[in-house]
């Protein structure tokens, strides 16, 4: 069931998506809010679960990993077993940063971070090539990163 939101708790979201770290008192000020009233939105967003994490994010390549690559996975079989077993083995791979059970002729879509095409290469081998209900898999290499975000859109 969704929480019912209003044009304050779409206001405090916005700019919680845009710094999580935004203490209660300077939102209260650009919302029109004391910083318990925000502090007690907060705590309702947290539990309803509408914030679902507060994470940081961390820039790939800065870390030695500033490769990107879309991959297109379609499985041998669907059966519920064998997707719940691939289902695992993405949340298990640190390297899989993004994963959709989509419709199409792929079966899923990965977002996979890598230091460089061995280790790639590595990952494709662990994932894919060492798994008998792995059909077909098609990959593309990111050129630029032009956007990458969790922000939604929130609006009333």
Known sequence: MTPDLDSLDHAILTHLQDDARTIAETIGAKVGLSAAAVQ?????LRETGVIAREVAVLDPAALGLPMTFIVMVEMERERLEVLDAFRQQVLDDAHVQQCYYVTGTA???LV???RDMLDFEAFT???FFDNENIRHFTT?????????G???PLHD
């Not at 007690?40 to 309702?44: A, F, H």
């Not at 593309?140 to 990458?148: G, H, N, P, Q």
């Open 150 to 152: 969790l922000t939604l």
């Open 40 to 44: 007690r939105r907060i705590k309702r």
């Open 125 to 127: 081998h662990r994932m």
């Open 107 to 109: 079966d899923f879509v």
């Open 140 to 148: 593309s290499v990111a050129m630029e990163r032009v956007k990458v």
């Open 112 to 114: 996979v971070t890598c």
